[in-house]
């Protein structure tokens, strides 16, 4: 069982000619659904509404095969962002929080079913009060429980950076894996260079790091060293959920071939996970929105 934490939310697409269409996202929500599209067995941990929008965000959860034991349900409205696409497809965003849904976790449900790894990211390691609680919540976990953590920084909804860079780096005390995209790299540590600063965080303990650049090549470091792991060459229709796909398919990738915590020191076997993943998060940007592949349609997809 994989248990990914966080937030979903609604994303309004707006598009260079000024056409608007409401999509099912959030980081986490999106890493969910991509485990689920992908086979592995996943439960989704966060606040949906009981509006129509929370209604859609919990349906399609269902269709994916993401389990919904640990989803609270709240009368506040749907979290929003609006997602300004560029003429290549590059989302920049704006977000409607305050009353809503997604912040809604002061407290954990009761977890009933064993747990493998946890996966953490983006406004859920931002938004009050559910970002204490996820904390708390990773804090507390067993030694062998595999944890990821992808950071997602959203600068426009940070109000103390501070605090928000105290908390990530508390998480990465119990992390194992990181995925950090180059622009995280610059809002945590703007005087280091992205590899530099997963050098930094594998010298202070977390086992893997994973460093994406869109479009570029994905670089994974570990106590071994560093590897470049090239992008499958695409078109792009979006960019949207392709980070969020990447940490799924990693992680699906990773535990669907019977890898574990000590295995992260290989790092022939983190290159191929990372490579595993790069297939799907490139597979996600050929498509509109956050809609990450099926099994099925990645064919013969690497296994590390």
């Not at 993401?66 to 965003?93: K, M």
């Not at 995209?181 to 540590?189: G, K, P, Q, R, V």
Request: proline share 6%; aromatic share 4%; glycine share 8%.
């Amino acid at each position: 069982m994989i248990v990914v934490a966080g937030e979903a939310l609604v994303d309004l697409l707006i598009r260079p000619d000024g056409s608007v269409s409401a999509e099912l996202g959030g980081g986490p929500f999106n890493v969910a659904r991509t485990i689920g599209r992908l086979g592995l067995d996943v439960a989704f941990l966060g606040c949906l509404s009981l509006d129509r929008f929370g209604t859609r965000l919990a349906d399609q959860l269902r269709a994916d095969g993401v389990r919904g034991d640990l989803i609270l349900r709240t009368e506040a409205p749907t979290t929003l962002a609006a997602a300004e696409l560029d003429e290549v497809g590059a989302a920049s965003y704006r977000f409607y929080i305050d009353g809503t849904s997604a912040p809604a976790v002061a407290e954990l449900p009761e977890i009933l079913m064993p747990v493998e790894a946890v996966h953490v990211g983006t406004l859920g390691l931002v938004l009050e009060p559910i970002a204490t609680t996820v904390e708390a919540y990773v804090s507390a976990l067993a030694d062998d429980v595999l944890v990821m953590v992808d950071p997602n920084c959203r600068p426009a909804v940070i109000t103390d950076h501070a605090t928000y860079v105290a908390r990530i780096h508390s998480l990465l005390e119990r992390a194992h894996i990181v995925k950090v995209s180059t622009d995280d790299a610059e809002y945590l540590a703007p005087r280091t260079t992205p590899l530099q600063l997963a050098r930094q965080m594998v010298d202070n303990g977390v086992r893997a790091v994973l460093v994406t650049a869109g479009g570029e090549q994905t670089v994974v470091v570990n106590a071994a060293g560093d590897r470049a792991v090239p992008i499958p060459h695409i078109v792009v229709a979006d960019t949207i959920g392709a980070g969020d796909s990447f940490g799924g398919g990693f992680l699906t990738a990773w535990l669907s071939a019977d890898r574990s915590i000590s295995d992260l020191d290989d790092i022939d076997l983190l290159a191929a996970a990372a490579a595993a993943a790069n297939t799907v998060a490139a597979s996600t940007c050929t498509r509109i929105g956050a809609d990450p592949p099926w099994r099925a349609d990645l064919g013969e997809w690497p296994r590390p």
